[in-house]
């Protein structure tokens, strides 16, 4: 089994070339490792953990992992309460795990938020991390963890996505570069 960690950005415009970038990345990752069934670890947050887990969901034999950074009660308030659809594919995804992983409390959301990430890194085989390729904005964020599945020499997969405008919830996009796929690393 091939497991697959997932970072990324939540808040994503032109969806559809960013998920033609994850079935990119998929089929270089089973490539690279033959047929072996997938795995996804995913904190099944809005955006790209959701697109990752759903893309590997419809591989045969794949499973997912569900991460949860902390409490679920307080967790499902980061989506659920404010969007009835995203708790609705919240839940449906996490109905799909194998396993959900329940992290320990946090002093802090970021901090949650940071372990759920490191977990994912520390133990996955891949990571496929759909970003901009530009320093984290909080901590946790998408370049921190890129960086650390680097420093363990874990292969990443980039499906290159805008982010959002830093301090604010407005999407952006990479142009002609949104869900290219740069491959880092992997076996040949």
């Known amino acids: 089994m091939v497991r697959i960690g997932v970072t990324g950005h939540r808040i994503l415009m032109e969806v559809d070339k960013i998920a033609e970038g994850i079935e990119e990345a998929l089929a270089m990752i089973q490539s690279a490792y033959g047929e072996q ?3 996804v670890l995913s904190s099944l947050a809005e955006g790209a953990d959701r697109l990752v887990a759903e893309a ?3 591989k045969p034999d794949s499973s997912l992992i ?5 409490n679920m009660k ?8 404010k969007d009835s659809a995203s708790r609705a594919q919240f839940d449906s995804l996490l109905s799909k795990a194998s396993e959900v992983v329940e992290l320990p409390e946090a002093a802090t959301r ?10 994912a890194v520390d133990n996955c085989d891949v ?18 963890m890129v960086a650390r599945a680097r420093s363990q020499g874990k292969p990443v997969l980039i499906v290159r996505a805008g982010n ?3 301090g604010t919830q407005e999407p952006t996009t990479l142009g002609e570069e949104q869900g290219r796929v740069i491959a880092e690393g992997l076996p040949t």
């Open 110 to 119: 970021e901090e949650g938020y940071a372990q759920g990430g490191d977990y």
């Open 164 to 166: 959002r405008r830093p």
């Open 127 to 144: 990571l496929i991390a759909v970003w901009d390729g530009q320093e984290a904005q909080g901590r946790g964020g998408t370049g921190e």
């Open 56 to 58: 590997v969901l419809k």
């Open 37 to 39: 069934p997938l795995a």
């Open 74 to 81: 307080d967790y499902i308030t980061d989506f659920g309460e």
């Open 66 to 70: 569900a991460i949860i950074p902390f």
